[in-house]
């Protein structure tokens, strides 16, 4: 079975330092990846997503990024963080082989202080 | 402008009785709408989900409605139990290849024992 895992669960950050979220996927080969943000007030939003290694899609503009270096691996990063970067932070995968569905990480809660 | 609403931030049930959620989109050329539970600092957990071409989807309690021509749906919880207090989002698949979905804002629902 396909199980999904993001760290780290909770992060709080100064203004300015950089930051690191890792997600991995396990049981599926090339799957899509996503990471979504829950911020108060604005449900969930899509910040980037992949179709495979290196290709990256950003559908919010921010001073985050995203990278795919391996092919179940999906990292957000931001060189300088900003007060309103705070908020919960989700990965999340898709496949052809489980149909229209996307499936979600246990997320991630970063507070910037 | 948003594609997928949901124009009610809360609501509260008596346990036993029905729950309602609601939904309301704008893109006509949807595949798929989905439904997702969401408890406090969790990933969401994907519940239901309806094809645009049938007009109601039955899984155990919970039942998913769709209006086409009202551009509606809905999500009944039958009945309502109190482990199904959470935030339930609505998300719209439409398109091919990358599987984004558009999510509503949720809807906070609370079952009262």
């Known amino acids: 079975s396909q199980t999904i895992h993001q760290w780290p669960a909770t992060l709080v950050q100064p203004v300015g330092s950089p930051l690191s979220l890792e997600c991995t996927v396990e049981?599926?080969?090339?799957?899509?990846l996503y990471w979504y943000r829950q911020a108060a007030g604005r449900g969930l939003q899509l910040l980037f997503y992949?179709?495979?290694?290196?290709?990256i899609s950003s559908e919010v503009p921010q001073n985050l990024s995203a990278s795919r270096p391996q092919d179940r691996q999906f990292i957000l990063s931001s060189k300088k963080l900003l007060l309103s970067d705070s908020g919960f932070y989700l990965c999340?995968?898709?496949?052809?082989?489980?149909?229209?569905?996307?499936?979600f990480g246990e997320g991630s809660w970063l507070t910037v202080v | 402008d948003q594609q997928v609403k949901q124009n009610s931030p809360s609501l509260s049930v008596q346990e036993g009785r029905i729950s309602i959620l609601n939904c309301d989109y704008t893109?006509?050329?949807?595949?798929?709408f989905l439904w997702y539970k969401k408890y406090p600092a969790e990933g969401p957990t994907f519940l239901i989900s309806?094809?645009?071409?049938?007009d109601k989807n039955e899984d155990g309690r919970f039942t998913v409605f769709l209006n086409k021509s009202a551009k509606h749906l809905s999500l009944h919880i039958v009945p309502s139990q109190p482990g199904d207090s959470a935030v339930y989002f609505c998300?719209?698949?439409?398109?091919?290849?990358?599987?984004?979905?558009?999510f509503g804002k949720g809807t906070k629902l609370s079952v009262i024992p």
């Open positions: 049981g599926t080969s090339n799957p899509n």
């Open positions: 893109n006509s050329m949807f595949d798929y």
């Open positions: 309806i094809s645009s071409i049938k």
């Open positions: 992949s179709v495979g290694i290196g290709q």
């Open positions: 998300a719209e698949y439409s398109g091919a290849g990358s599987y984004q979905l558009t």
């Open positions: 999340a995968w898709s496949s052809v082989s489980v149909g229209n569905t996307i499936y």
